[in-house]
């Protein structure tokens, strides 16, 4: 199904949200309840890892799963806004533990594209995205019991990042964040300034009191508490970056100066690489180990 530019926007219904926070990668993941039924979707999960010893914990997951279980809920949709390059995501265990389809924007495809060549990934790992069940566009819908939501495709961070609409909330990935923080920055591969001003535009038209849910918070100076829910009328009003009157030059120039002096993730490097296998390790090697690789000086930046 689609949703169309005709249909009204958003809903009356107001989905049960509850936050679950990893701090060590400042991400928030959410459990989505259809308040007339027990069906719900996981959006955005953590698995923990740990860099200095290659090690992988699942205990972020669990406190989902116990949540699931213990309210006795349906898992029908395991979401990802994009592939994260700051997080590993939990999809896999979650989608045994729990079930659900797994869904991700479809222009996965060229993250796959791009990441494959940068890993070296061989044969066996498919750049079609059919490592996800379901491959989502502009305008398709989906269902959570009787809620139904809608995607917007709202590129400019990765080529594949998307925002889900579900009733009168929106989660929106990197794409934004509180308005003390400002945006999302576009110097990964396949990141565009000009696209993501675009795609801000986008989700600062639904209806003013949208709630908006965001993937990350950072702790804006002067701020002490983490946040994770902020609105679209207040995103317009004082976001930082991208507040009503500031046009797209303005933004990209912002943007493209504030990128120039940003460190790369510390976890980009394996999470690209599993994310962009939903969440699966790459396959074991001859000796049945798993190895993550750290591809030298390819992701350097020109000015350092």
């Known amino acids: 199904m689609s949703h169309t530019n005709d249909a009204p926007v958003g809903s009356p219904i107001k989905p049960i949200v509850k936050t679950f926070f990893d701090e060590p990668t400042n991400t928030f993941s959410y459990v989505v309840k259809d308040p007339a039924s027990n069906s719900c979707a996981i959006i955005d999960s953590v698995l923990d890892f740990d860099y200095a010893s290659g090690t992988t914990d699942i205990a972020s997951a669990d406190q989902i799963i116990d949540y699931v279980k213990g309210n006795n809920l349906e898992v029908e949709w ?9 997080h590993i995501s939990a999809a896999p265990y979650l989608h045994q533990q729990l079930g659900g389809k797994t869904g991700i924007g479809a222009m996965i495809t060229v993250v796959q594209d791009t990441f494959g060549k940068a890993f070296n990934a061989g044969t066996e790992f498919a750049r079609d995205g059919s490592q996800f069940d379901q491959l989502f566009k502009e305008g398709d819908t989906f269902k959570i019991g009787q809620l139904e939501g809608y995607v917007m495709h709202t590129p400019g961070h990765t080529p594949a990042c998307l925002s889900y ?43 003013a009191d949208t709630r908006i849910f965001l993937c990350h918070d950072y702790k804006a100076p002067g701020r002490d508490e983490y946040v994770h829910e902020t ?14 009157g500031i046009t797209e030059e303005e933004f990209v120039k912002m943007r493209t100066e504030r990128d120039a002096t940003l460190k790369m ?11 962009m296998r939903a969440g699966e390790m790459p396959p074991a090697e001859e000796n049945g180990q798993v190895y993550l690789k750290v591809p030298v000086n390819l992701f350097k930046k020109s000015d350092q």
């Open 78 to 86: 395991i979401l990802e806004t994009h592939v994260h390059a700051d």
């Open 165 to 207: 609409v579900m009733g009168d909330a929106v989660f929106v990935g990197d794409t934004l964040f509180m308005p003390d923080y400002g945006t999302a920055r576009c110097d990964f591969p396949g990141g565009d300034a000009k696209i993501l001003y675009k795609s801000i535009q986008k989700v600062l038209s639904l209806p």
């Open 231 to 244: 609105t679209v009328a207040d995103q317009r009003q004082h976001n930082i970056h991208v507040h009503d």
């Open 265 to 275: 993730p510390t976890l980009i490097l394996p999470s690209v690489q599993v994310n």
